[in-house]
């Protein structure tokens, strides 16, 4: 098991080195004046001059990239053109069109992220997980071509169209709740709870399709396999066949699979955010993108294709221990 998380954790970071290289390449090197482009549309030439001299845009490319990690790994120095700012590692940018640290933005945005992927997480798991158990348990029946007819039409609408339609029929035409407004958890956890209601029901309906799919398979392959059919040779009754012997080999997929979608969200739901107006980093993206404030925007996707690098060594983990076979590959 030591090897394997040492494998995978070499091959993460030569994955992030890779990302890093290219997210520089594509802002920064691409055509365009990324100190513009840093400074805001407002800057004045001279400004403009002084965030390329922070930056080191007039050094050659693979020293501009140096500089770049060198910022991230050990921090760096920013004007604010009355003051200079030291900002700490993991130093991430510094956005000059709100004189804010990256990093500190994220960190702000991060809060209201994990409110929405690890709510998601718990109603993808039980419609999903519940509804490819029923389904692969009553296959062939009336009950199975429902689910199936619901996990494709999951999987086909999009999550803004889904949370759209949401909106309508429970806050417009039901009127069961008023339509959501965000509210941090610190500050009032009830209002919180009720506002995140249809966020965390858009998302995790729309994810719990593919996990009702993966279970059905998984369960269904389970089942054929040859010591199932003996425990049922032997007497012994249905409910402990599934429950303990048939999930067992049915869950490690739905935890690799989990574990991926969790730092998926967690590196930003932007349209989920978006439709909901959550201040998370998915939205945060977006209103970086609209005034074009190029720090946020590279901090921003540095900080989600972290997370899906991360999330996959650990559903690959996560996969190894549930499935012990696969550290012996």
């Excluded at 070499?10 to 290289?21: D, I, K, N, Q, T």
């Excluded at 500190?104 to 994990?114: D, F, G, V, Y």
């Excluded at 407004?181 to 249809?198: F, G, H, I, K, R």
Aim: proline fraction near 5%; glycine fraction near 8%.
């Amino acid at each position: 098991m030591t090897r394997y998380l040492l494998r995978r954790l070499g091959g993460a970071l030569l994955v992030l080195l890779v990302l890093s290289v290219v997210i520089y390449a594509l802002f920064y090197v691409a055509p365009g004046d990324p100190a513009r482009l840093a400074c805001g549309e407002r800057c004045s030439p001279q400004q403009v001059a002084q965030v390329r001299e922070q930056l080191k845009l007039t050094d050659p490319v693979w020293l501009q990239y140096a500089h770049f990690i060198q910022g991230i790994v050990a921090g760096r120095d920013y004007s604010t053109g009355t003051a200079m700012l030291h900002c700490d590692a993991p130093c991430l940018g510094f956005s000059y069109q709100t004189d804010q640290q990256v990093t500190q933005l994220i960190i702000q945005r991060l809060p209201a992220t994990a409110s929405l992927a690890f709510g998601a997480m718990v109603v993808w798991l039980v419609i999903g997980v519940g509804t490819g158990l029923l389904s692969a348990l009553r296959r062939g029946g009336i009950t199975e071509r429902v689910l199936t007819l619901f996990t494709l039409a999951g999987t086909s609408t999009p999550v803004f169209i889904l949370g759209l339609l949401i909106l309508m029929v429970v806050c417009a035409y039901l009127q069961w709740l008023p339509f959501p407004s965000y509210v941090p958890l610190t500050e009032d956890p009830e209002q919180w709870a009720w506002n995140m209601l249809l966020p965390w029901f858009t998302l995790g309906l729309f994810e719990s399709a593919k996990y009702a799919r993966l279970t059905r398979s998984s369960t269904l392959e389970t089942l054929a396999e040859d010591h199932i059919r003996t425990f049922r040779a032997y007497g012994v009754g249905e409910r402990t066949v599934v429950g303990k012997h048939a999930l067992r080999g049915a869950v490690p997929p739905v935890i690799a699979l989990n574990a991926l979608d969790v730092g998926t969200v967690l590196g930003g739901a932007v349209l989920t955010e978006s439709l909901f107006n959550i201040p998370g980093i998915g939205k945060t993206l977006i209103d970086a993108v609209k005034v074009i404030d190029l720090p946020v925007v590279v901090g921003v996707v540095l900080v989600i294709g972290t997370a899906v690098v991360l999330a996959n060594v650990l559903a690959d983990l996560l996969y190894a221990v549930a499935d012990r076979r696969v550290v012996l590959q």
